[in-house]
């Protein structure tokens, strides 16, 4: 845990108070789901430029009060093949340490993470990393925090990666167990403002989801948006710090409620003009 000491001047100068610069347990924030286009149209988003005429999408957005409760001292109360999220600790320390070049994310981190996959997805004995995205707190960062409640893949987006990525074995590996997981883990520091919040898969019933187009220039992919219901359990990890990772299951070809919504939020207890550190690695 990563503290900020504050010293309090008193009568009896040798009694301090001491503050943690990390909010802890339950809060209720504000989350973005989805709203339905209003012509009932098939929901879509351009990744960079619309045709000309062409909304950048034709959808929009539902904000909703949830309970974000904190699984910290609680982490092994959850398990990706029951909530398809996990929290991790004690991970050794990464052969990367900035984060800034690509090839040395690949060559020094990737390796790192294919071996806590396989160590923490149980039946794993294949591990394929394929992307990885580094956001940054930063207003001019190339990526920020996505403040929009989603699954990063569908079924039908998740089996065109297998394909995609594995051409020449995608049938053969489709009869059997495919898992699309994402590592989610902070860069410089505990978290202390916009962290992750994510839903208990078995909260989430499958009508709550809803593809979503992602449309390039060259290809059209989809991830998941998702609608607020009753009964949905969010979570998240307070300050999770740089030995510490987040397990979070976009996709099983084997069993129900096997994803795990996720969207990164603001903690109104956050104090402004604190040093936060937000700084994140996903993959």
């Known amino acids: 845990m990563t503290t900020q000491t504050q010293t309090q001047t008193t009568p009896h100068p040798t009694k301090v108070i001491a503050t943690s610069a990390i ?12 709203q339905p286009p209003a012509d009932g ?23 909703v009060d949830v309970t974000i409760n904190d699984v910290r001292g609680r982490e092994t109360d959850f398990h990706i093949d029951v909530n398809a999220f996990a929290a991790l600790k004690d991970v050794p320390e990464s052969a990367e340490h900035d984060f800034q070049d690509d090839a040395s994310i690949q060559a020094k981190y990737y390796p790192e993470v294919e071996k806590l996959l396989l160590d923490n997805a149980p039946g794993s004995k294949r591990i394929l990393i ?27 987006s998740a089996e065109a990666r297998v394909r995609f990525h594995l051409p020449n074995e995608a049938e053969e590996l ?63 990890w307070s300050g999770i710090d740089n030995n510490e990772r987040i397990l979070l299951q976009c996709y099983d070809s084997h069993g129900n409620h096997a994803r795990v919504p ?5 903690d109104p207890r956050s104090t402004a003009g604190r040093h936060c550190s937000s700084d994140e690695l996903e993959g």
């Open 23 to 34: 909010p802890r347990g339950p809060v209720t924030s504000t989350l973005n789901f989805y």
């Open 41 to 63: 149209s098939r929901p879509y988003n351009y990744v960079e430029a619309p045709p000309e005429g062409q909304l950048p999408r034709n959808y929009s957005d539902t904000f």
């Open 130 to 156: 394929f992307d990885h995205t580094v956001r940054r707190a930063d207003p001019n960062a190339k990526r920020a925090p996505v403040t929009k409640v989603h699954i990063d893949q569908t079924t039908k």
């Open 174 to 236: 489709l009869k059997g167990r495919v898992r699309l997981i994402n590592v989610w883990r902070p860069i410089n520091g505990a978290v202390e403002s916009s962290p992750l919040a994510f839903a208990d898969s078995t909260s989430i019933p499958d009508d709550a989801l809803v593809g979503i187009e992602h449309r390039y220039p060259d290809r059209t992919g989809e991830t998941a948006a998702v609608k607020p219901t009753e009964g949905q359990r969010w979570h998240y």
């Open 262 to 266: 996720h969207t990164a939020f603001v």
